[in-house]
């Protein structure tokens, strides 16, 4: 991704020509009726004709900021009907603290039955409102009579009493865009840096000076006016192995450096360095404070660790403790919800409650053990010009024991030692030192496990047709810990393997065995004896058998012409099949699967098959697909293309039985 450029907001821009308004509402042209696709996109289902937002700093009581939004969209067929069901999420804090909206319209334009144009507004009584969170609201409407063809046209205002949150504008989406257009108007009062992300350019950028715009209590200053539009957008199309969208759609993103009190002309510095953040954190009620309550495991880590003598045999039974202990309640964040106290009398919190109990509870043990801040692959990377507390949504917990560190999370029960979900496998952490006069600094978030899967097979084909014999199934990493996520959906193992019996086609399982499911540290192994049905008439000459019968790949998951953001796969892989197979006396392979080598540029990973006669008259087939690196760039998308292209053809290849 190209690095970010500043548009700085400054007192002195240079001068430019009239700035363009909003678009008319409720206006419709007839080339915009009658357009049946996209000329630069045919593939689109919908595009915006026009987009235009503005946000400024009011003047009333409380400063709020205000932003209007108004978009035209043309839908041309029902496989875009969804952009007619609007939601808009509204912030809020408390009862006393949350965004109003306002001023709602919306229309649609359709063809009827004649040809004729009609038009068709909504009714306001069919808004409705949403509770999505104790800290989003989602107001929520229906475009009337979508069809296809028809062009809808919304508008709205937002009134917010977060001032000093100036709202982002983000010019790209699912569907192309021919033209969006966002206009900032921020008093001299406030300094915000204004960044560029993404990988297309502004095709307008302009900018002026609004004399004497703003007021309170007769005090008057001048605002910034900045204009930023951009033309003919492709869509924003999203793919297998991507952190979040918005690390790399094109928009505008706005930080506050420092502003001054319009009431009393105070004046604050939001954040300056990451020094003022670790400041901020370490005086925290919700952070800090917490992390300093040591006295509140005494007795329960004297308990828990009583017996052991080293470090990580201590660490590893108060891991285990609070896994057991706490409940995640499914809120995240970095700040304690409940506080430590509660949470631990009420054996629930969010994700930092638990957390901050399990370094506490580490430090107490005499187990030096350090906070890290990072931000989760939905939420977005980090922006590292930019020190913002709002930037992490997680926290975790690294404990230093010897010459190694271990990053714990125990907010799943089901998470080994030393294993992070792969939502936290995200660009770079910050770690919160324990001892609280030492400087804070980052790390790389990087997984400590590969995903990891060797799937044996020894099949006979009887003379009948039948094919039976033993698979074992043997799953390290990361995916083991998927397949224990599956399993824990049913109430028992049996279960599982009933629901697995359904899916498997012709395969039938006739005995089973799965252990180490609750073995966290241990692989897990699967071993079934199964039966099929392969083939009815064992009288031809020639047989066909694809040996892929589980884990094939039929798709390849990189489909796009050109990947302009890296793949992330979040951890390096390895899956390893190996079949043996024995032939009813009088048969042999008449066309053996092609010994095949592939290997990506850089060392990136590799494939091979390889197929070798045994002397007992058996067959042994090996196919290895490795991904050594978690992160490819986006220069390396085409080689991975082709790379999976290979495999999925290599993988249709049948072997040939022969009838001597």
Request: net charge neutral; charged share 25%.
């Amino acid at each position: 991704m190209k690095t970010p450029f500043l548009l700085l907001i400054a007192a002195v821009l240079w001068c430019a020509p009239a700035f363009a308004d909003d678009f008319p509402y409720g206006q419709f042209k007839v080339e915009e009726m009658q357009m049946k696709a996209y000329d630069k996109d045919k593939t689109a289902h919908a595009i915006v004709l026009n987009e235009y937002g503005k946000t400024w700093i009011s003047s009333q009581d409380g400063l709020p900021l205000i932003h209007e939004y108004h978009v035209k969209i043309k839908i041309f067929d029902s496989k875009a009907f969804d952009k007619g069901d609007v939601e808009i999420l509204l912030r809020k804090n408390d009862n006393n603290s949350f965004e109003k909206i306002r001023d709602i319209e919306a229309i649609t334009f359709y063809t009827n039955a004649q040809g004729g144009i009609q038009r068709s507004e909504l009714d306001p009584k069919k808004i409705i409102t949403e509770k999505k969170s104790q800290y989003r609201d989602a107001v929520k409407f229906a475009m009337p009579n979508v069809t296809d063809g028809c062009v809808i046209e919304y508008k709205y205002t937002i009134e917010s009493p977060y001032t000093l949150s100036f709202r982002d504008w983000i010019f790209q989406s699912d569907i192309p865009k021919i033209y969006s257009e966002y206009e900032a108007r921020i008093p001299a009062y406030f300094d915000f840096k204004a960044s560029l992300r993404g990988f297309y350019k502004l095709t307008k950028h302009e900018g002026t000076i609004d004399q004497n715009c703003f007021e309170v209590r007769g005090n008057r200053c001048d605002c910034s006016k900045m204009v930023y539009g951009m033309a003919d957008l492709p869509a924003f199309k999203e793919e297998e192995y991507m952190t979040a969208a918005k690390n790399f759609v094109s928009a505008i993103n706005y930080e506050l450096n420092q502003y001054v009190d319009p009431y009393d002309g105070t004046k604050h510095v939001k954040t300056q360095t990451w020094d003022d953040v670790d400041r901020t954190l370490k005086q925290h009620e919700d952070f800090g404070s917490q992390l300093r309550k040591t006295g509140l495991f005494k007795e329960q880590v004297k308990t828990v660790t009583a017996g052991l003598t080293d470090d990580l045999s201590k660490a590893k039974a108060i891991y285990a403790y609070i896994k057991k202990t706490l409940k995640q309640n499914n809120y995240i964040g970095i700040f304690a919800e409940n506080g430590l106290r509660k949470t631990l009398d009420t054996h629930t919190g969010n994700v930092a409650d638990i957390n901050m109990c399990l370094i506490v509870a580490l430090n107490a043990a005499g187990i030096n053990t350090d906070a890290v801040l990072l931000s989760t692959r939905e939420h977005g990377l980090i922006n590292m010009l930019y020190p913002v507390v709002g930037d992490f949504n997680y926290i975790i917990a690294k404990a230093n024991i010897g010459n190694k560190s271990y990053l714990l999370d125990a907010t799943d029960p089901i998470l080994p030692f030393g294993m992070l979900p792969v939502d936290c496998i995200n660009g770079k952490g910050r770690v919160m030192v324990a001892d609280w006069n030492k400087p804070s600094y980052w790390m790389d978030m990087e997984a400590s496990h590969r995903r990891t899967l060797t799937n044996m097979m020894d099949l006979t084909l009887q003379p009948n047709g039948k094919l039976t014999g033993t698979i074992r199934n043997y799953l390290y990493g990361y995916e083991a810990l998927d397949k224990r996520r599956a399993i824990k959906k049913f109430n028992t193992i049996d279960e599982y393997v009933e629901n697995l019996d359904e899916k498997l086609a012709k395969l039938k399982i006739k005995k089973f065995e799965i252990t180490n499911v609750d073995s966290l540290d241990l692989p897990i192994s699967e071993t079934f004896e199964v039966e099929m049905d392969l083939y009815k008439d064992m009288s031809n000459n020639r047989l066909a058998f694809n040996p892929y019968l589980l884990n094939r790949i039929t798709t390849n998951p990189f489909k796009l012409e050109e990947r302009v953001y890296p793949v992330d796969m979040g951890t390096a892989s390895e899956k390893k099949i190996i079949l043996t197979i024995h032939l009813p006396e009088g048969y042999s392979i008449e066309t053996p699967p092609k010994n095949t080598g592939l290997v990506l540029p850089n060392n990136g990973g590799s494939f091979k098959t390889v197929y070798e006669a045994n002397e007992n008259g058996a067959y042994t087939f090996s196919h290895i697909i490795q991904m050594n690196r978690p992160v490819y760039s986006s220069e390396e998308y085409p080689y991975l293309k082709e790379f999976y292209n290979k495999i999925i053809q290599a993988e249709q290849a049948d072997i040939i039985f022969k009838k001597n």
